[in-house]
Every structure is written in C-alpha cells, then in structure tokens.
C-alpha cells in the first residue's frame, strides 16, 4: 500500500497558514503585545525600569547622592518628560570606578545571598540604561 504525501505548507496559504500553526496562546499573546506597541510603549518599558531600579535602591539604603537625579528622572517619565528624563540620566556616570553602579548592595531580606542582590543590581542599571537610551535618539 503507497502512503499518500501531503505539503500540509503548500496547501495552506496567507491567514489561514499561520492561523493553522500557531496555537491560541500565541494568537492572545501577539494581540497583548501589540496593544502595547504604541508610541508610549517604549516610555512605559522606561518608566517600569526606573521605578524598578529606585525601589531596589531604596529597599537596599543606596546613600549615593545620584539618587536624587534617578528619581528626578522616574518624576519625568512619570509626566512624560521625556527630554528631562534623558538630561537626568546624563547626570548619572556608569561603567567605571566611582560611577553610579560601583556599588555592591548588602542583603536585606533572608532570601537574599551577596551574589543575588549584586546580580540583581547590575540587571537593573543594565535595562534601565539600555532604556533610557533610546531616548537619546541620535544624541548619543
């Protein structure tokens, strides 16, 4: 007995291909995301990093006085300043000694370790800054 062969692909076309392949989760997830790709969606990504980032530094009694222009910069993309967000983060050095993220925070809660809340750290100022600079446009 010959096993018939079928290209599933080429009988398939336009909408009703990825309709067939792509499970619903796909589909619910693709509509959430595009209702957030507007023009603030990049803003919002901003503005949760930031808020993120004070509270980590905050939460972990952060003394350095580049505190305040990280928070003069979540006050600005909260009223979506942008332009007075991207000076605040100017002001703000990372990458070397003495810069802003030359810090190691200390544990604060039980669940914490050393190596975690330094992880956590860097993975914040990483985001935040990567953030921030598309704010910088070609003022870079």
Partial sequence: MKREQ???VSELSGEDHCASFAPHSFNVMHKKYMKHSS???WLDS???ATNALVKFCEEHDYKDERM???KACLKALETKAINKAVEEYRKIPLGGNGCFND???DSVYEHETEEYVEAVFQALIERWSRLMKKGLGDKQ
């Fill in 68 to 70: 305040s222009h990280l």
């Fill in 39 to 41: 023009s603030t969606a």
């Fill in 6 to 8: 079928h290209n599933h």
């Fill in 46 to 48: 901003q503005l949760r």
């Fill in 103 to 105: 810090w190691w925070p």
